[in-house]
């Protein structure tokens, strides 16, 4: 009915971190930079890898419910005027939504986080390897 | 039908960014996501439904079975028309700015 909107509340929060790291990284100086790089604060690639890796997840999470949003529209669910969820119009199949978005929207969100997880965390460990292999060639 | 297909055209969007990578020119790898992020989604959703439902879940009738079949292709074609505005508005290769560029200096 509406269960798209938990990803696209996700996608919004995602975004707002991804442009709160984007303007760190423009405050942040040089020797701060340097110092949180050395303490092991920060990854060597800098604070644009883990934007890199938020990308991914906004992506997927904007694109996903987007075309979610297409498929509630096909089904008149979503409407282009007001109250836009046909849901919203009666108290009956107004809570049968939100029943629905508490679990099978945040189920979506869960699952599409939990996959970016294992994706961050497989290339996290394959890009080690790479780098332990390229040292040890040198 | 609708998850079967969005995660077919997951798995080919993937195979054409796994066999151009590490580079990325038409920036495939935003339909890969977008598609993967829906057939995820989709695929919650058929499990709720199959969880509700049972083995009725694998036998629809065939006029929702058509109607799904149409709404997979639209979503498809929705999903190639936002990379293309993507690709069009990124221009990573410069293309679009050429082409208009090139037009440009005809018309003079």
Sequence with gaps: ?138 | MTLLITMFAAIVCTIIWYKNAPEDPWKTSILCLTFWGASLMWLVDGIVEYMEMGAEFFAPAPLDMLNDLFLGFSVVALGLILWLVVLFIKDPQNIIKGVLLRGGTNSQ
């Design chain 1, 1 to 138: 009915m509406a269960c798209f909107i938990v990803p696209v509340t996700e996608a919004v929060v995602v975004t707002i971190v991804d442009r709160v790291i984007q303007k760190m990284d423009k405050n942040l100086d040089t020797v701060e930079a340097k110092e949180e790089k050395q303490e092991g604060k920060i990854m060597p690639e800098g604070k644009s890898y883990i934007r890199k890796k938020l990308r991914w997840l906004s992506t997927m999470l904007w694109g996903g419910s987007f075309l979610l949003a297409f498929e509630h529209v096909w089904h008149g669910e979503v409407t282009p005027w007001f109250p836009f969820l046909t849901a919203a119009s009666n108290p009956a199949d107004k809570a049968e939504m939100l029943y629905e978005m508490s679990t099978s929207g945040v189920a979506m969100a869960v699952f599409v986080t939990t996959i970016w997880g294992v994706m961050v965390l497989v290339s996290r460990v394959l890009e080690r390897k790479a780098v332990k292999i390229m040292l040890d060639v040198k």
